[in-house]
Nanobody, 119 residues
Framework: QVRLVESGGGTVQAGGSLRLSCVSH????????QGWCRQAPGKERECVAT???????VYADSVKGRFTISRDVPKRTVYLQMNSLKPEDTGVYYC?????????????WGQGIQVTVSS
């Protein structure tokens, strides 16, 4: 059974930092892409950072230069370091793992973790 377990959310003041972690269970790690998406109340889910199986990273314009995605393969963990946080970064953050070799690709999601940035 595939499980993605997130941790590290919370409340922080604007300008502060948080680091999210996501541990993968029950599925190959390094051969798949991982990412972080978020959803604010009343808005669609937005994927903000992706790290591919060959370690390439992609960021949404809204977080470029402030967020960094990375992963530790032996620990089967993907991280999202969030700096210079803004109130508009508030939302539920979801860890994503995409089985890129499946046809079509298959997405798995964590349960979500709340991040609140106060002004």
């Amino acid at each position: 059974q595939v499980r993605l377990v997130e941790s590290g959310g919370g409340t922080v003041q604007a300008g502060g930092s948080l680091r999210l972690s996501c541990v993968s269970h029950g599925i190959g790690f390094s051969i798949n892409d991982q990412g972080w998406c978020r959803q604010a109340p009343g808005k669609e889910r937005e994927c903000v950072a992706t790290i591919t199986s060959d370690e390439a990273t992609v960021y949404a314009d809204s977080v470029k230069g402030r967020f960094t995605i990375s992963r530790d393969v032996p620990k089967r963990t993907v991280y999202l370091q969030m700096n210079s946080l803004k109130p508009e970064d508030t939302g539920v953050y979801y860890c994503n793992l995409r089985r890129i070799k499946a046809r079509p690709p298959v997405d798995y999601w964590g349960q979500g973790i709340q991040v609140t940035v106060s002004s």
